[in-house]
C-alpha cells in the first residue's frame, strides 16, 4: 500500500518510533544489491530519512560511488506489520548533520550512540513511502 509523504497516517508513523532495526539497501558499483542492518530515523516534516555510519563502511562508499545520489531503501518489518521508505541517499559529512542524526536515532532507541570521530550521516531524500501497518 502507497503511502502519501506529505500526510503518512500516524499508524505509519508510529511505527517508524517504535525500536526496530531496518535493513538499508544501497546499490554496489556493480549493480547489485547490498543490504544490512540499520539504526534509522523518519523525519516526516523533512520527508527525510538517516542513518548513522562509520565513514569507512560499506553502505557509505556505495552511496558516494553515486555522485548524484544513490537509490536506496529503507525497509522494517515487524510480524504482519512491514513500511518502506524510498529515496536518493547523500552522504554528509558537516557536524549539524551528524549531529541532527545523532539526536534523532538518541530519540527513537533510547540511547546515544558512542563517541565516533569517523561518523558520518547518510540523508535519504525520500521519493516513496509504502506499507501496512
Keep these: ?3 502519501a509523504l506529505h500526510a503518512p497516517a500516524p499508524d505509519f508513523l ?4 517504535e ?9 554496489r558499483p556493480d549493480g547489485t544489491p547490498h543490504v544490512v ?9 523533512g520527508r527525510l530519512a538517516r542513518v548513522i555510519a562509520n565513514k569507512a563502511s560499506r553502505k557509505v562508499a556505495n552511496v558516494l560511488a553515486a555522485p548524484a545520489g544513490a537509490p536506496v531503501a529503507l525497509c522494517q518489518v515487524a510480524g504482519r506489520r512491514w513500511a518502506t521508505l524510498e529515496g536518493i541517499a547523500h552522504v554528509r559529512t ?8 545523532i539526536r534523532r536515532y ?8 558512542s563517541p565516533n570521530p ?3 550521516c547518510i540523508e535519504i531524500e525520500l521519493r516513496r513511502a509504502m506499507g501496512r501497518v
Excluded: C, K, N
Design 1 to 3: 500500500m502507497t503511502i
Design 14 to 17: 508510529a511505527f517508524w518510533q
Design 19 to 27: 525500536y526496530h532495526l531496518p535493513t538499508l539497501t544501497t546499490p
Design 37 to 45: 542492518p540499520v539504526g534509522a530515523t523518519y523525519d516526516p516534516e
Design 94 to 101: 558537516d557536524t549539524a548533520s551528524i549531529e541532527e542524526a
Design 106 to 113: 538518541t530519540e527513537r532507541y533510547g540511547r546515544t550512540p
Design 118 to 120: 569517523d561518523r558520518v
